[in-house]
């Protein structure tokens, strides 16, 4: 459980983004560019593909990706050029968390990852077919759906090996009297089991820390242990997801699609669902990241809402205790944000 300021039983609020679609007769993509430039044509179905669907490629850049289109003008995907995220019609959902604030993200996107790092052409490889065929209709949960499963009241749920992987995260083990959290829970104290990495190195869980993950190791439980990204034990350059934050914007993999010299970035048009936000909350001089968040999407008043795991709120939240979880406007978090990257 929570602080106390957090012990209120979860609404049935279900899980949402949404994607653009036609807008006033043009096919938008999710960030809301224009769908107009380089059409590659009608794609042929590879005689490999089961269920061929009737559709056309376009290229759009800033950054580099191939969007489909239906036969009746609706995006059906969106890949980046070099990223593994995918996002992909589906049905509409709901995020909220109506304990701690009243906005929404009411969307229709749904977010995941692609076997390998798109590039222009692989709309031709069997393996792509069969891939958006599988997860075109797929209602399993998703990147975002799995992040609210780790919100304030969200119920546990155990593997076969009676490993709790979802339900109510803290962020980690009380301070000092008084102090708030301490961080450095990473996904394997959540868990609450070793986890042996690529590179051969084992994480033992710390057992004051179980059930908690700090804001980077919310993002490695999402996206590593429960999508399947690779992880890496410390913070070092790979195709492989580091440990830190800062590791994560400077080091790690995936896309830049926002990014920023100094100060905050003021052009949000580019962030899709499922992009990793990084924040310079401390100012201090060595002006690295210390924070990352999964961008949900706009809510219902139109501004950039994001899931984090944060101190102030005790764990995982979309909501405003302890900050407003939004990009827009002169609050914490959107004064500090920096990076957008792209897995």
């Known amino acids: 459980m929570r602080l106390a300021t957090r012990r209120l039983v979860m609404g049935a609020a279900a899980v949402a983004v949404g994607?653009?679609?036609?807008?006033?007769?043009?096919?938008?993509?999710?960030?809301?560019?224009?769908?107009?430039?380089?059409?590659?044509?009608?794609?042929?179905?590879?005689?490999?593909?089961?269920?061929?669907?009737?559709?056309?490629?376009?290229?759009?850049?800033?950054?580099?990706?191939?969007?489909?289109?239906?036969?009746?003008?609706?995006?059906?995907?969106?890949?980046?050029?070099?990223?593994r995220t995918a996002t992909l019609e589906g049905p509409e959902r709901t995020f909220a968390e109506p304990q701690f604030t009243a906005a929404k993200v009411v969307s229709r996107v749904w977010v995941r990852l692609l076997p390998q790092p798109w590039q222009s052409g692989l709309e031709r490889a069997p393996w792509f077919w069969q891939w958006l065929e599988e997860n075109r209709a797929s209602t399993a949960p998703d990147v975002l759906a799995v992040a609210t499963e780790y919100f304030d009241g969200a119920p546990d749920g155990r593997d076969a090996a009676?490993?709790?992987?979802?339900?109510?995260?803290?962020?980690?083990?009380?301070?000092?009297?008084?102090?708030?959290?301490?961080?450095?829970?990473?996904?394997?104290?959540?868990?609450?089991?070793?986890?042996?990495?690529?590179d051969g190195q084992v994480r033992d869980p710390e057992p004051e820390r179980y059930g908690s993950v700090d804001c980077s190791g919310f993002v490695r439980l999402v996206y590593g242990y429960r999508a399947g990204y690779p992880l890496l034990a410390t913070n070092v350059a790979g195709p492989e997801l580091p440990r830190r934050a800062w590791a994560m914007a400077e080091l790690g993999p995936g896309v830049p699609v926002v990014t920023s010299e100094a100060g905050e970035p003021s052009d949000l048009r580019t962030l899709q669902p499922g992009d990793l936000l990084f924040?310079?909350?401390?100012?201090?001089?060595?002006?690295?990241?210390?924070?990352?968040?999964?961008?949900?999407?706009?809510?219902?008043?139109g501004q950039h809402r994001f899931v984090?795991?944060?101190?102030?709120?005790?764990?995982?939240?979309?909501?405003?205790?302890?900050?407003?979880?939004?990009?827009?406007?002169?609050?914490?978090y959107a004064r500090a944000f920096r990076v957008a990257k792209r897995l």
């Open 19 to 83: 994607m653009t679609g036609i807008v006033v007769g043009a096919v938008r993509d999710h960030t809301g560019s224009l769908v107009a430039a380089a059409v590659t044509g009608p794609m042929a179905q590879p005689a490999a593909s089961p269920g061929p669907l009737d559709a056309q490629f376009f290229r759009l850049h800033e950054p580099a990706r191939t969007v489909v289109v239906d036969a009746g003008g609706m995006v059906v995907a969106t890949l980046t050029d070099g990223a």
């Open 162 to 198: 009676g490993v709790r992987v979802r339900g109510d995260a803290g962020f980690g083990p009380p301070g000092p009297p008084g102090a708030l959290p301490r961080e450095n829970s990473d996904f394997a104290d959540y868990l609450g089991v070793p986890w042996t990495f690529a």
């Open 279 to 301: 924040f310079d909350l401390d100012q201090a001089p060595d002006g690295r990241n210390d924070h990352s968040a999964i961008y949900l999407g706009l809510d219902d008043a």
């Open 308 to 332: 984090s795991s944060r101190i102030r709120a005790e764990g995982p939240a979309l909501g405003d205790l302890g900050g407003v979880s939004l990009l827009d406007g002169d609050g914490r």
